[in-house]
């Protein structure tokens, strides 16, 4: 069975969110990403696992290693859920800056 995460608690987290910037850059092993942190393979493992939950990671294994790859759609999809929060934030700041100048 598989579990369902909420990818908003998912990308929450400041160390998954630093997974997701290292792997939009390249493909990587999981020991590769586990290089870039201080913390114990078990828990990056933990984190890559969420992510792979939420399916803003996918994985290709390459032989005997397995690579985790961005998935561009999933954050096509966040992207667009969020770009009318965005634009109303947009145009409340233009709105006080339009205050304030005059």
Not at 13 to 36: F, K, Y
Request: proline share 3%; net charge neutral.
């Amino acid at each position: 069975m598989k579990t369902r995460r909420d990818i908003f608690q998912a990308i929450a987290d400041p160390t998954r969110r630093a997974i997701l910037t290292l792997v939009a850059l390249q493909a990587m092993t999981p020991g590769a990403i586990t290089e870039s942190f201080d913390s114990a393979r078990q828990t990056i493992s933990k984190h890559i696992q969420i992510l792979t939950e939420c399916e803003l990671l996918t994985q290709q294994q390459n032989g005997r290693e397995i690579y985790y790859h961005l998935n561009l759609n999933k954050m096509k999809e966040l992207a667009e859920w969020l770009a009318p929060f965005a634009q109303m934030w947009d145009d409340r700041f233009n709105r006080l800056d339009d205050i304030l100048n005059n």
